[in-house]
């Protein structure tokens, strides 16, 4: 059985002068603007590029909390960073790297332990499968 999910996009005008909105399913996005301004110049509003950076950081973030479990370990924290690369390539533009950043408090987990477990959940997780970025990760244990 198949978990579907929706989001939606609504665009008007060309490239440069148009604008858009995000909305999703759950409405915890409504109708949050978007444009060329917010993804190339940094202006008020989200961009595709934040939103799966928020989608990879949770998603990482839950298979590890599952494969922790999985090893007997639970986490008190943790906290993760999708830096999300928007590059121009021939073609036009790519998303060719994220940077997954990971600071974790799990108490009873060695340093050696913890890296094992979290490079699989940086593997396993639904949304890096997704990408053919390369995905990299920096993970620290902490307290």
């Known amino acids: 059985m198949a978990i579907k999910k929706h989001g939606f996009a609504h665009w008007e005008g060309t490239i440069k002068e148009g604008r858009g909105t995000i909305s999703t399913e759950s409405h915890a996005l409504e109708n949050q603007p978007y444009g060329f301004n917010t993804r190339f110049e940094g202006k008020p509003g989200t961009n595709p ?27 008190k924290s943790i906290d993760t960073t999708a830096e999300v690369s928007l590059n121009k390539a021939a073609d036009g533009f790519e998303i060719d790297a994220v940077a997954l950043k990971l600071e974790a408090e799990v108490p009873g987990a060695t340093p050696e332990q913890f890296q094992e477990l979290a ?14 970025a390369n995905i990299t990760l920096d993970a620290k244990l902490v307290g």
């Not at 949770?58 to 922790?68: E, Q």
């Not at 699989?120 to 053919?132: D, E, H, I, R, Y």
């Open 119 to 132: 490079n699989k959940a940086k593997t396993g997780c639904p949304v890096s499968k997704l990408f053919k």
């Open 49 to 75: 590029e934040e939103l799966l950076g928020a989608a990879h950081a949770a998603c990482f973030s839950m298979a590890l909390s599952l494969i922790l479990g999985d090893a007997g370990l639970t986490a």
